[in-house]
Nanobody
């Protein structure tokens, strides 16, 4: 059974940085596409960034140039480096692993951006 454990959320001031981590267990991590999604109150969950098994990345327009997704297969972990954070980035951030037709989700750390 695939499990995802996230860490790194918290409160940061506008313009600040945070790094989220998501560690996977229960599968052959290097084979899977992974991604970060977020959901703000009253809004639908949206893609933030994703990364293929080969390391190709894709970003939402709203975070391009500010966020970086990466993966470290030796640690079964993906990261989301978030720089120049804005108030509109505040949300619950979810890690997703795609294995075949199935999607697995992490628990969703909260990211708050406020002065």
């Amino acid at each position: 059974q695939v499990q995802l454990v996230e860490s790194g959320g918290g409160l940061v001031q506008p313009g600040g940085s945070l790094r989220l981590s998501c560690r996977a267990s229960g599968g052959i991590f290097r084979l899977y596409a992974m991604g970060w999604y977020r959901q703000a109150p009253g809004k639908q969950r949206e893609l933030v960034a994703d990364i293929t098994s080969g390391g190709s990345t894709n970003y939402a327009d709203s975070v391009k140039g500010r966020f970086t997704i990466s993966r470290e297969n030796a640690k079964n972990t993906i990261y989301l480096q978030m720089n120049s954070l804005k108030s509109e980035d505040a949300a619950v951030y979810y890690c997703k692993l795609k294995r075949g037709p199935s999607n697995y989700w992490g628990q969703g750390p909260q990211v708050n951006v406020s002065s």
